[in-house]
Each structure stands twice: as C-alpha cells, then as structure tokens.
C-alpha cells in the first residue's frame, strides 16, 4: 500500500504538477471519500485490461492515464459505458488514435477502468489554497454544469458543520436536498462528508494547491466522485 | 492594541504639513474643513507667515505645541525628508495625503518602500498614503481635500464609513447628505501602506458612536485578518461590505474548475457570508442598505412581509420583489381582518398587500399597522402623497405603529422631492428607513432578514 504522503512526494519528485487520476482517488479514497472501484493497467497490456474489466464486471469506462493531459475529455481520453470485450479493446485502440492526433507529445503511462455508476444529480467539491485567504472549499453544481451556470460558492477554511450548511444553501444545486414535494430525494449527510474530507486533505497536506472533484455524483444514500483532480504546488 | 486609530480620530493638536491658500491644492481645501474641528489646529509652510486667519509656522520643528496628528500634504518627493523632522518633533500619528506612491508606478513604489521603513523604524502609524484620511462628526475632524461648498457633509448620526477609495469616500459622504443618513466617521485609507481594512474594523466596532458600518473594498490587506475582524465587529453591529472588481483575472494557469470559478471574488464572497456582514452588489445597494442598517433597530426575523399601500401598482411591484427576496406575503388572520373590515370602508382591499385605496386617511395606516403588523416579521408601507386624503401627520402615524410592534418598516415615499423630500426627513429622523421605489424598500428589508438570521446562528 502506497500513503498518500508517499503518492505525493513521488509525483513532485518526477516533477509532475499534478497528481494521475488514480493517485488523485487513492488520496480522496483515504480521507473517507467514495470512489468507483477501479483498476490501472499498462498501456499496451491487453491481456491485464480484459482481466481486470471481467474483475469489475460490465459496464466500464475507461480513460487514458497521462502526465501530459489534464482536461481528458477534451483530449478525447475517456470512453464510458462499455459494455463487452469487443467494444472495450475498440475504445482502447480509439482513445490512443484521438490521443495521438490532437496531443501527440502526450505520453499516456496507464489505462484506467473503473465500474460504471448509475446516473444521479453531479455536485462538483472542490479546495484551492489562496494566498490571501488559505485554504478554502468550493461546492456546487457539477458536470456540465459547472461552467455553464456557475453556481458555485467557496468557504474559507476552517468551517464549521453550519457554514458548510450556508454554503450548499447558496447554491442552486443546494436545491437538491430540499424537500419537494414533501418529500425529501436526496440526502445532505454525505456531501458534507465529502467537504469535510476535501478540508482534511486540504489542511493536513501543504503540498496541494487545488483540488477538484467533479462529477460527485449524489444518490439517495450515499455520493461518490467520479473523477479527481489534484494539482500540486509547483 | 486598542486605541491605535484612537489618536487619528480624536486628536487634541493637529498640524497640516502644506497648508496653502492657493484654491487648487489640497492643503487650502483640508485647512477650511480644519476650521470645523474642535482641538488646535497648526498649518506649516515655509512661504507664509498667516493663512486664512491662522499663524503659520515655517517647520514642524518651529510649532509651540505637542502634534497628536500631522496631515502631510506635500508633493510625493517631500514626503519621505519630512517624516524624519516629524520624528525630530515626536509625531506618532500622520495621515499622507499625497499621492504619487505605489498607485503611480516604479518610483513611486520605491518612495513608498522606503517611506514604510522609516514609519516602522521611528513607531509611527500611517493612515494613506493617497489617502483621504479621517472625518469625525463627533469633533469636526475632516481631513479631506475637498471643499464642503462642493461635497456636503452628512449630518451626526451612527454609521461610519471604511472606505479603500477616495472617490468613493466622497461621493458616499454625499449620498448620506442627500438621503438623510447620519454618519458617526469616515476614514479612507488609501494605498493602506500600515493602517489597513482590518484596523479600521476592530477601532469601529469599539467605538461607541457608531452603530453600524458601510464598506467599500478591492481588496484586503490580509485576508484571514480582514475575516477575523469583520466577524468580530458583526457580532456587535451590523456590517455592510461592497466589494468592487469582482471580475479580474488571475494570472496563475487556470488548470481546475474549482480554480476557473474562483477569480478572487469567490473568495470575497465567502469572507463577507462567514463575518456575518451582508454583501452590498453597488453603489446605490450600499448606500440603501447602509441606511437600513444604521436607521432601524428592529430586527427582522422571518419571511412573513406586510405590504400596506394607498396605491396599487407601487404594491404590485414591492409584492414581485418581495417574491424574489424569498419574503412571503400571508394573508392577516381572520380576526384582525374581520375588526378592519369594520373600521374601514367596504372598498378597501384587506389582502396582502392592505390597499387602502387614494381615498385611504392617516389614520388608515395607523389602524392597519397596529392591528396587522403584530402578526408578521416586517412590513413594507406605500404613501403616494399626491392622494389628497393624507398629510404630512402619517409619518408620525406609521413611525408610532412601527415602534409599537417593535417590527423593521420600510417606507416609500415616491422620489423625495419638494413635499414629499419633508415627509422623508421626518421618516428618516423617526427610525423608518425610507425609499424613493418599493423594490428598494423591499431589498433594504431583505438585508435586514440576513443579518437576523445570521446572528441567529451565532
């Protein structure tokens, strides 16, 4: 098992700048926060990347793994909802072609595959450390959303449970746990959970600069961050 | 350390380094505005010998009197030689009003290095420099440089003012003239070389003159200070913050979205919500709910809003933005509906808004108040003064409901001009903050309800 301290120091030590996708979970996964069960394989290991499918079970999404890409959908690195061997060693083959026409000096270093989860309203929770300010926790609605209605507030660090409160309550994705209807869909606990890990790691960790989770999925019981970001202090 | 800006506010000696009697420089506007301060009052220029009626002294050095607070207004390049004949004569406190520093590039910036040295080497304080610098109704203390025939002042009453911008300083200073608001101080502070955003906080939240506190900010000095601070005064009086250059961009490579949506703004955002202090999104916000804050003392602690008109569209409108402020708009409960159904004609309108109609009397909404506004959080009141069934006697009929019920009332009374400019002063001077639109009454209240809940929570 590999700590997060030692995720992190290796990463500054290759002098990288931000941390791959699965050492970005590894770290979230190690403050509590959930994360679709996943695997890394080789790039050109066929044979590790079927076994490791077969051990998730269908349906996959898979993403190229690479120093050199930061933004992986527009680098067109992730393919979801893969449903069988055949279309799964396509969607490799497809990915390394994409890859290699629109950032060809990318060195792609693994492929990762994670399960599938059902679908849900997408939070993003994120931190970043200010100069001014210090670390601080941002909340709102994620996925495409995110930029489109920039609905997000930031909380300053520390916060107590009732700020973080004010804090969803801000928002419009703070909508969501509202009853409606008199009924209540969707459930506050862990989305607060999840701010109060990004706060951890935010805190017990100088070396990150930003930290972005986006989509966290919510479900009825429970919220999981589908995809992780961590950038490191130059 | 209690008491730092104590000495700029409350001086018993001041001497202004530059006093002139050339009406375009700065020194001839602050030594008329020092004719209205209470203490002495020493101008310095080596070129005259009196100044509009004062002596002048050729140096610092020359002055027969201790010096609480020098006012330097000199041209940059004098600045930093002078600072060491003020220490030579034991000066603490100075206010620079020159500009010319870090606000005017390279050399500037160096001047201003070098002049934060000495300031810290020889245990002076500095408020600026390009600084208006302080205003106390309390004394008469005004050393700002513009002339009071061009710029009224506010008359005393309980807000003060922070302010990183002169011009700002200024033209809010004249809003206050205009709308009534009694201000306690101002400072503004300038290039914030020592005395910063955060001092001026925790001096105004001891301070016993003043009661609530509007601010205009670009920026921190320090931002966990500033937060410390701004809670801090909160939990005493009402702070009210615009924050102005929302949109820069950083320069840092925007990697993350959490980055993108930061700029600073964000991160302003959450300082002013986590304080306790409530945003003001402008100029003319601030200015409204600065008076809503300094004016009113009751706290408005729900939703459940009273509309009370004698006109119906000015109701429609304050209803449409009382929506939009997350007030509601319950009908009066049947009890006291049914006792104004028989004080009042049959065509007055007993829902939510209370329309008591162009033929509506002062005592209308004195009977409306006193029976409806028990039941609800605040209550927003129209008068058209046009209708001839009202006089100049409902403001003090409103006022009197208001301070009975001990509930927040907004008033809007049209657009204050000529008769209806009396009726606003009357309001003002009763505790009833007043509007010239409903939806800026309603928006006032809507400030009001924050800063409640937020104490709530405390």
């Known amino acids: ?28 996964r190690s403050v509590g926060i959930i994360v679709p069960k996943f695997e890394v394989v080789g790039p050109n290991d066929e044979q590790a990347l079927l076994g490791a499918a077969e051990k998730l079970g269908y349906p996959i999404a898979v993403k190229a793994l690479s120093p050199d890409i930061l933004h992986k959908t527009e680098a067109g690195a992730v393919m979801l909802d893969i449903k069988n061997k055949t279309t799964l060693v396509t969607a490799v083959k497809q990915i390394k072609n994409t890859i290699s026409r629109r950032s060809p000096d990318a060195k792609v270093l693994y492929f990762l595959i994670e399960k599938m989860m059902p679908p849900g309203p997408e939070l993003l929770i994120g931190g970043l450390r200010d100069d001014q300010f210090g670390p601080a926790i941002a909340f709102g609605l994620g996925g495409i959303w995110t930029e489109t209605l920039k609905d997000a507030v930031f909380g300053i660090l520390p916060l107590s449970r009732g700020e973080m409160i004010d804090m969803i309550d801000e928002t419009r994705a703070g909508l969501f746990f509202k009853e409606f209807r008199g009924v209540q869909r969707l459930d506050r606990e862990p989305v607060l959970s999840v701010m109060q890990a990004v706060s951890r790691l935010l805190t017990e960790y100088q070396e990150i600069r930003e930290i972005d989770l986006n989509p966290v999925r919510v479900y009825a019981r429970g919220a999981a961050a589908l995809d992780a970001r961590i950038l490191l202090k130059a | 350390m209690p008491g730092i800006l104590d000495e700029f506010f409350y001086p018993s000696t001041v001497a202004l380094i530059g006093a002139t009697d050339k009406q375009t420089k700065p020194g001839r506007a602050i030594l008329e505005n020092l004719a209205h301060f209470n203490g002495a009052v020493y101008p310095v220029n080596p070129k005259h ?148 955003d955060a001092d001026c906080l925790d001096y105004f939240a001891d301070d016993p003159r003043t009661g609530a506190v509007a601010m205009y900010m670009e920026s921190v000095a320090d931002g966990k200070r500033f937060l410390h601070a701004a809670k801090n005064i909160t939990v005493k009086k009402p702070l009210v913050v615009w924050k102005a250059g929302k949109f820069e961009t950083g320069a840092a490579a925007v990697a993350s979205h959490t980055a993108t949506l930061a700029g600073r703004y964000g991160l302003y955002q959450a300082a002013i919500r986590q304080s306790g202090a409530v945003e003001a999104y402008g100029f003319d916000h601030l200015v409204d709910t600065a008076k809503a804050v300094a004016i009113m003392n009751y706290p408005c602690m729900g939703s459940r809003l009273l509309i009370v008109t004698n006109g119906g569209g000015m109701a429609v409108a304050a209803a449409d933005q009382a929506g939009m402020e997350g007030f509601t708009l319950p009908h009066a409960p049947e009890s006291v509906r049914e006792k104004l159904g028989q004080a009042f004609p049959t065509y007055f309108v007993l829902n939510n808004p209370i329309d008591i109609t162009g033929s509506g009397k002062d005592e209308d909404y004195y009977t409306a108040l006193k029976e409806a506004l028990p039941h609800y959080d605040a209550a927003i009141v129209i008068v058209l003064m046009g209708a001839t069934s009202v006089t100049e006697s409902v403001t003090e009929l409103i006022a009197r409901a208001c301070h009975e019920a001990k509930k927040p009332v907004a008033c809007c009374i049209l657009q204050g001009l000529g008769y209806t400019r009396e009726a606003m002063n009357v309001l003002l001077k009763l505790g009833i903050p007043v509007y010239p639109s409903p939806e800026r009454a309603v928006r006032a209240l809507s400030a009001l309800r924050k800063i409640a809940c937020r104490n709530v929570k405390k």
């Open chain 1, 1 to 28: 098992m590999t700590t997060p301290h030692e995720i992190i120091q290796a990463a500054l030590k290759d002098g990288r700048k931000a941390l791959l996708e699965h050492e970005a979970k590894e770290l979230a």
């Open chain 2, 49 to 196: 010998g009196t100044l509009l009626g004062h002596r002048c002294y050729a140096s610092i050095a020359e002055v027969p009197a201790e010096i609480d607070l020098a006012i330097v207004a000199l041209p940059a390049t004098l600045v930093e030689h002078e600072l060491d004949a003020l220490r030579a004569k034991g000066v603490r406190r100075l206010i620079i009003i020159s500009s010319g520093f870090s606000e005017a590039g390279v050399a500037g910036a160096g001047m201003q290095g070098r002049i934060a040295g000495k300031i810290k080497e020889y245990g002076m304080r500095l408020i600026g420099p390009n600084a208006l610098g302080v205003y106390n109704t309390d004394n008469g203390l005004d050393s700002f440089f513009v002339s009071r025939e061009r710029v009224s002042r506010p008359v005393a009453g309980r807000l003060s003012i922070i302010s990183q911008s002169g011009a700002i300083t200024v033209i809010l200073m004249e809003a206050l003239a205009r709308d009534g608001i009694g201000l306690a101080k101002a400072v503004n502070y300038g290039n914030r070389l020592d005395v910063d």
